[in-house]
């Protein structure tokens, strides 16, 4: 399709979204679902939110069939947490998800976003990424890495990134994932049995790949479907090992680094910049395909498509690298969400979203019940053009001090905080406190806890309210030991002791 073709489609389709019935889902048909996260691609690596680096022309046309999120917030920076407020929609500190390497609780947990489609009549698959299972660090402990007990471990379980049909998977039947590796030019995934099976492709077009034959058998049994697609890149290692064939080519040799990031010190190198970014426009160009088959297969019409991240990274902002901090660079996440003939093309919303949101707002677009358990937002109504705000802030925060393990006082130590439009707010497990105004300085760098002291007691006071919600007591990473047993299967919550 080319452009003038596209700017013909849109403008016919957003003159038919005025047009009751017109268009759109037959009557009593369920809307599809596609969801696509990928792993730490930052909100402004992509044109429709500023960036500068590659273009990313799929993304960007997505965005303009669309509702594109200017205040989607990572409000748990991580991995597994965001996954594990994505499948709940609840806070870490109610679904027990708060690190990487711990194992889903269904019991806890039993109304997953797969589990409500599948009850009501849907299939449901899962592709890419999970990390909601211990992996190779379940005997390994809590508290420290110890290669002598992994080494252990995978001698007996060879295929530990497998993970088994049944409660596992958290209600998702169609499987072609693995729990965590960074083989990404050496593909491998698990289907119902524990062998790994190789692509012999990128791991993105793999996935692609997966999907496309996976909605494609759908359309043909005429039942409605929620997929979701977990794509590792744009993930380290920033190496030239681990980017798709032909891609360096399409990344500058110049970087335009952010403001706050220090160029006589800066901790990311031109070269890793690259690396990511050739992962990142791989990412769009399997996002295009992914499109190009909804148009062609004439899915289109009758499916939401959600295109988000986990997390965002610093890339030198601030002098830090990866993620876990409550900087925009590591917080803000893009989300586009289309549902043609339903959601405006081209509309945005500046509605503050989170992970925990994804669950209560799909069940809302597809109208399905919500349940009560449920902490997020449904922000269907916002998408849809018929409601405000829900909220005026959310809360953020880090659990403990390192991805994998339960550990205290790194170079990524604790800490909570609210984010509001206007503000972030954060105070460290230390005690030290940082304030930021993320309209007149998008880049945080100045501090504003002796300059705003009204704004500053207004957003104390609110963090002691949202951390009462979440039942949160703001413990050091290492007091969350009594939550996990020694295989990291979870045993109590905030809200208390796990049933059975």
Known sequence: MDRREFLKLTTAGTAAMALPGCGGLAPGRKPNVLFVFD????????????????????IDQLASQGVVFTNSISSCPLCTPYRGMVQTGRYPTHSGILM???????VQNPHCLANLFAAAGYETGFIGKWHLSSGWRHEEGLYTSNDEAVQAYQQKNPETEYVAPGPSRLGYKHWQ???FHCNFNSYYYYEDEPKKLYSGRYETDTQTDQA???????RNSGRPFFLTVAPHPPHPPFDPG???????????????????????NNPRTVMEMRYYLAMAKNVDDNLGRLMAYLETSGLAADTIVVFTADHGDMH???????????????????????WPYRIAAGSSTDALQTPMDHLPTLCGLA????????????????????????????????????????????????????????????????GGEELYDNLADPYQMNNLIVDRPEALDRLRARLKDLLAVAHDDFRPGTGYGEWYDNQRNLVRTGLGPVAG
């Open 212 to 218: 496309i034959a996976y909605m494609d058998k759908c």
């Open 177 to 179: 994932a693995f729990n």
């Open 100 to 106: 990487n390497f711990v194992e889903a609780s269904a």
């Open 242 to 264: 681990f980017i798709p064939e032909g891609y360096l080519e399409k990344t500058p040799e110049t970087i335009h680094w952010s403001p706050n990031v220090p160029l006589d």
């Open 316 to 338: 030198g902002s601030h002098g830090r690298v990866n993620k876990m901090v409550p900087y925009a660079e590591a917080m803000n996440i893009p989300l586009i969400v289309r």
């Open 39 to 58: 792993d730490q691609l930052r909100a402004d690596v992509c044109g429709v939110y500023g960036g500068k680096d590659i273009t990313t022309p799929n």
């Open 367 to 430: 109208a399905l019940s919500i349940p009560p358990e449920v902490d997020g937002a449904d922000l269907s109504q916002a998408m849809l053009g018929k409601g405000g705000d829900v909220r005026e802030d959310v809360l953020i925060g880090s659990y403990t001090s390192n991805w994998d393990f339960l550990q205290t006082g790194t170079a990524w130590p604790e800490w909570r905080g609210v984010k509001s439009k206007q503000y972030t707010y954060c105070k460290w497990l230390s």
